[in-house]
């Protein structure tokens, strides 16, 4: 059996790799080095990087503060060597000098902080000259290293925070406070754990790096293609097969990747083509991918980089917060998932032939295994253990399982290689962790958390209501341009506090933020996934920007109905009656509105019907029972109708 293929058919769920690189390019700045030595070098030291995390998850040998400095080490030398200093006109075959005096910089400045640590947080308060000096060059290095990687919206943010910090004094009404030294910010971002080698970036080096290198390994082992073969062969024959294996292949895969642009140019490439093919338009197809591509940073066990920061902040399991946020992830999937279906209807596409379709028992018996380590995690974080713990032994079970089945297994230079990309996917994470521990301290040692948190609530007029557009407005733009891993504890720091001071659930104020934060990447004009999806279907940017909007409209709104209905995140305050009433009624509504945006439920809908179908879902989507009989009664009426209708012979298109 194991060294069967995975069934005779004809369609290529490989994807066009050339046209994936292409425009992932577009997105991303590293260099590709044709030289064997920088490649060697560029190997050689994310290797390490992996190889140490490993060994710190099982070991922790350093404390907190000398763990980060040597974590931070690995991520800027790998920074300054992948990222030039300009696209267009630095070297992209070789480095310059100003990389490796950066590079060398950056190395030499955190070997003297781990080496000295003990020294440095003992005459804390009483810095030395060269103290101020080494903080200082290692926070303008932080700026470069994230300018480079994540472009410049994080740095800029970063530079106004500490413009703020510095010019207090100058400032009117509120915003005004004493200022603070250039001896007294450098040394305090950069010599404790309160700033640089503060709370994300220690996220980074614990838990964010080991988990990028599990969904390294796990794609090296084959995982990837199992995930995706699973979905064409659950999904792939229905109405609208193709576009509904998009949203399911998305889905598991943003499990392994993290990066909602990354994923759907790694399974656009094959599922935009299939579902041109079968009838639907180039921006949908575009749109489908993005919008599912998304929900990968939403969807438990393996969550975006934030969920783990959400985690730390909340000083709760990891665990917990991936519980609390299934119901709201299964509710978006599912309402991308009914659009898809709807649409399909509405055109009339079918789903491809079975015979062209991985084979489900087959697909199963060839890659079941994959699934053990996934279970692995799900157990050591039931039972408490810490997320890095949790994935060392996930990590574990991934390279020995893997190793059971002859057409998995993997050699030593596939492991090398899942090791060296596992440490270069986590550089960009590091560089936003790092630079957005710069804008939290500047917030710390200000109070500008409390006072913006006043803020919302004064402009709020103390109503929830208005608070909570005010916030997503906040995190929809700051998203745009930022990473979300970023966004979200910007925004975390600064708003969160205002939002549970008005009542609402901490777990659920946090992950209001996260999810609109996600959002970004499908929300026009700036939305990168849609935009990547574009490119891979041949596709008008801002029509697939709008599709991808509209596909993941149930996104938009979710996020209200846990924050008012905090049920659907399984609080322990809820009862079970509570829960399943309000996640029934929340699928109900967010199929109602899946129809009303797709102007079709069993055929194309009337005005009428579409607009009472809206109705339904915002009634629905409110918690309460009053609201919830009466969308109950208008759904069966619409239904009536639409059936009526049908058995009279109106065609669904």
Not at 172 to 182: C, Q
Request: net charge positive.
């Amino acid at each position: 059996m194991d060294d069967e293929h995975n069934g005779e058919h004809s369609i290529d769920l490989t994807g066009d790799e050339s046209l994936a690189k292409e425009v992932l390019d577009k997105f991303e700045k590293k260099r590709e080095y044709s030289d064997r030595f920088y490649r060697n070098l560029v190997a050689v030291i994310a290797i390490a990087a992996s190889i140490y995390h490993i060994y710190y998850a099982y070991a922790h040998p350093f404390f907190a503060l000398q763990h980060r400095a040597i974590h931070w080490i690995f991520m800027s030398a790998l920074i300054f060597l992948l990222y030039p200093f300009s696209k267009t006109r630095s070297p992209k075959q070789r480095v310059s000098v100003l990389d490796v005096i950066l590079g060398i910089a950056s190395v030499g400045v955190c070997l003297w902080l781990f080496i000295n640590s003990t020294a440095i947080l003992n005459r804390a308060g009483a810095f030395q000259q060269l103290d101020v000096i080494m903080g200082t060059l290692l926070v303008l290095i932080v700026l470069e290293a994230a300018r480079r990687s994540t472009g410049w919206p994080v740095p800029i943010v970063a530079i106004v925070f500490l413009l703020y910090a510095y010019f207090g004094p100058y400032l009117p009404g509120e915003l005004a406070h004493r200022g603070y030294s250039i001896k007294r910010l450098s040394t305090y971002l950069s010599l404790s754990t309160d700033g640089i080698f503060g709370v994300p970036l220690g996220v980074s080096a614990n838990f964010i790096f080991l988990f990028i290198l599990y969904g390294a390994i796990l794609q090296k082992s084959g995982a990837g293609k199992f995930f995706t073969d699973l979905a064409f062969s659950l999904t792939g024959w229905a109405t609208g097969g193709p576009a509904k294996a998009a949203v399911v292949s998305s889905c598991f895969f943003g499990m392994i990747s993290g990066s909602s642009v990354a994923n759907t140019v790694t399974t656009g490439s094959f599922t935009i083509p299939l579902m041109k093919r079968t009838g639907y338009s180039p921006e949908f197809a575009g749109g489908v991918e993005a919008s599912a591509s998304t929900m990968g940073q939403i969807m438990p066990p393996i969550m975006g980089a934030a969920a783990f920061l959400m985690a730390e902040f909340l000083g709760i399991p990891y665990i917990k917060v991936c519980i609390a946020a299934a119901i709201p992830a299964l509710l978006s999937f599912f309402s991308t998932f009914m659009q898809v279906h709807f649409r399909a209807v509405l055109k009339g596409i079918r789903g491809l032939p079975r015979a062209d379709l991985p084979n489900l028992r087959r697909t199963f018996a060839m890659g079941w295994h994959h699934l053990i380590s996934i279970v692995v995690l799900i157990y050591f974080l039931a039972l408490n253990y810490s997320p890095e713990r949790a994935v060392f032994w996930a990590l574990i079970a991934t390279v020995v399982v893997s190793a059971t089945r002859k057409h998995t297994r993997m050699n030593g230079k596939d492991l090398l290689e899942a090791l060296r990309d596992g440490a270069v996917g986590s550089v960009e994470v590091a560089a936003a962790c790092a630079a957005a521990g710069i804008i939290i301290g500047c917030i710390t040692v200000t109070g500008l958390g409390l006072k913006f948190s006043q803020l919302i609530i004064d402009l709020s007029g103390g109503h929830l209501l208005f608070a909570l557009p005010l916030t997503m407005l906040a995190c929809l733009a700051l998203g745009m341009g930022v990473p979300t891993t970023a966004q979200y504890i910007i925004i975390s720091t600064l708003a969160a506090p205002a939002l549970v001071h008005l009542g609402v659930e901490a777990i659920a104020a946090h992950l209001f933020i996260f999810y609109f934060g996600t959002r970004a990447d499908i929300t026009p004009p700036v939305a990168l996934a849609a935009y990547a999806g574009a490119g891979i279907a041949g596709a008008n940017p801002m029509k697939t920007g709008y599709a991808a909007f509209q596909l993941g409209l149930a996104g938009y709104i979710i996020p209200f109905m846990f924050v008012y209905g905090p049920e659907l995140l399984i609080i322990p305050s809820s009862s079970v009656f509570k829960i399943v009433l309000a996640t029934t009624t929340a699928i109900i509504g967010v199929y109602c509105l899946a129809a009303a945006v797709q102007n079709c439920l069993f055929i194309k809908t009337t005005l009428y019907e579409r607009l009472v179908l809206f109705v339904v879902a915002f009634l629905l989507i409110k918690p309460g029972l009053f609201t919830d009989m009466a969308g109950i009664v208008l759904f069966a009426a619409v239904i009536a109708l639409q059936k009526r209708r049908q058995g009279s012979g109106v065609k669904s298109g």
